[in-house]
């Protein structure tokens, strides 16, 4: 069965000034599908996104959005959508409760219709406690919840998420990918950037990885797990002195490897059993583990520090 297309870019790039920030993306997204876009700092990964939901400019190139040209409907793809940009920007002049009610005005949703949509929201994110407070005394969490209720208040057809849970706690970064859980298992099109690699392989159905402005993997996490590291990886720790002998043993036997900071990780192939690794690795600290998407981010992009000053 074919799949429904929602959103197409078709060569598309964004130019900052003398900086090429997007360098001719073609990618499509599915109706009822959790993409994850992934990237390093400064990869593209967050102009890609703000150029889905009309937030920047397209530079050259076409994106179609619900079949409306991004260039020409920008209008009408923004009151069919829903977006939670990485910061949230809520109106500190006003409550929860006001928060959602005004933004539903921006949709020309009726009072009625409004209250009742705000009532079920404010609920489902946990928020009943907290209705009339401010915004400037809710917690990190609360404020990122009502973040994501206000994104639904005109009850889209795509989620935007950009770096959803960046800095907030570990409880509630776990409540979040919880509820983006639930919310794509009902069928729901989103559409993420994150950070945190572990929770995009649980949570997204196809990753892409982007970096220096272009798409260099596209698949389902599994796959590519499969693909780049196989079921199994060695994963052990080298003292600096031996750190030549172990990886000019490692090319003699043609193994692949990757190594970050002391610690050198190589997939293993079935023939790779107990004896073999006695013979080859003597650390003290060595593991056999499963692979996970972080391995095969971190093979693809590298895992040197990237300047955070540049717009992604």
């Given at each position: 069965?074919?799949?429904?297309?929602?959103?197409?870019?078709?060569?598309?790039?964004?130019?900052?000034?003398?900086?090429?920030?997007?360098?001719?993306?073609?990618?499509?997204?599915?109706?009822?599908?959790?993409?994850?876009?992934?990237?390093?700092?400064?990869?593209?990964?967050?102009?890609?996104?703000?150029?889905?939901?009309?937030?920047?400019?397209?530079?050259?190139?076409?994106?179609?959005?619900?079949?409306?040209?991004?260039?020409?409907?920008?209008?009408?793809?923004?009151?069919?959508?829903?977006?939670?940009?990485?910061?949230?920007?809520?109106?500190?002049?006003?409550?929860?409760?006001?928060n959602l009610l005004?933004?539903?005005?921006?949709?020309?949703?009726?009072?009625?219709?409004?209250?009742?949509?705000?009532?079920?929201?404010?609920?489902?994110?946990?928020?009943?406690?907290?209705?009339?407070?401010?915004?400037?005394?809710?917690?990190?969490?609360?404020?990122?919840?009502?973040?994501?209720?206000?994104?639904?208040?005109?009850?889209?057809?795509?989620?935007?998420?950009?770096?959803?849970?960046?800095?907030?706690?570990?409880?509630?970064?776990?409540?979040?990918?919880?509820?983006?859980?639930?919310?794509?298992?009902?069928?729901?099109?989103?559409?993420?950037?994150?950070?945190?690699?572990?929770?995009?392989?649980?949570?997204?159905?196809?990753?892409v990885v982007i970096?220096?402005?272009?798409?260099?993997?596209?698949?389902?996490?599994?796959?590519?797990?499969?693909?780049?590291?196989?079921?199994?990886?060695?994963?052990?720790?080298?003292?600096?002195?031996?750190?030549?002998?172990?990886?000019n043993r490692l090319?003699?036997?043609?193994?692949?490897?990757?190594?970050?900071?002391?610690?050198?990780?190589?997939?293993?192939?079935?023939?790779?059993?107990?004896?073999?690794?006695?013979?080859?690795?003597?650390?003290?600290?060595?593991?056999?583990?499963?692979?996970?998407?972080?391995?095969?981010?971190?093979?693809?992009?590298?895992?040197?520090?990237?300047?955070?000053?540049?717009?992604?």
């Open positions: 069965m074919l799949k429904e297309s929602v959103i197409t870019l078709k060569n598309v790039t964004k130019t900052y000034k003398d900086r090429h920030a997007v360098k001719g993306i073609d990618l499509d997204v599915f109706k009822g599908e959790c993409l994850g876009i992934l990237g390093p700092n400064g990869a593209g990964k967050t102009s890609t996104m703000r150029m889905m939901y009309c937030n920047t400019e397209v530079t050259s190139g076409e994106i179609f959005v619900l079949g409306l040209n991004v260039k020409r409907s920008g209008k009408e793809i923004k009151g069919r959508i829903g977006v939670v940009p990485q910061s949230d920007y809520l109106d500190t002049d006003f409550n929860v409760f006001e005004i933004y539903a005005s921006f949709f020309g949703i009726s009072q009625e219709e409004a209250i009742k949509k705000a009532q079920s929201l404010i609920m489902k994110m946990r928020l009943e406690d907290h209705k009339e407070s401010s915004v400037e005394s809710l917690s990190g969490g609360m404020k990122r919840r009502l973040t994501i209720a206000r994104a639904l208040m005109n009850d889209p057809e795509i989620l935007f998420l950009d770096e959803p849970t960046t800095g907030l706690d570990p409880q509630s970064r776990l409540w979040i990918w919880n509820f983006l859980q639930q919310y794509k298992a009902e069928g729901n099109t989103v559409v993420l950037t994150t950070h945190y690699i572990e929770e995009a392989e649980s949570i997204c159905d196809r990753i970096d220096q402005g272009k798409i260099i993997v596209s698949g389902e996490p599994k796959e590519l797990i499969q693909t780049h590291f196989g079921k199994r990886v060695l994963e052990f720790e080298v003292q600096p002195a031996d750190v030549n002998y172990y990886l090319r003699e036997l043609n193994l692949q490897y990757q190594m970050i900071g002391q610690s050198v990780i190589v997939p293993m192939a079935p023939e790779h059993d107990s004896k073999f690794l006695d013979t080859l690795i003597s650390s003290e600290k060595m593991s056999i583990r499963k692979p996970t998407l972080n391995d095969v981010f971190l093979k693809l992009t590298g895992h040197g520090l990237r300047d955070e000053g540049h717009e992604n």
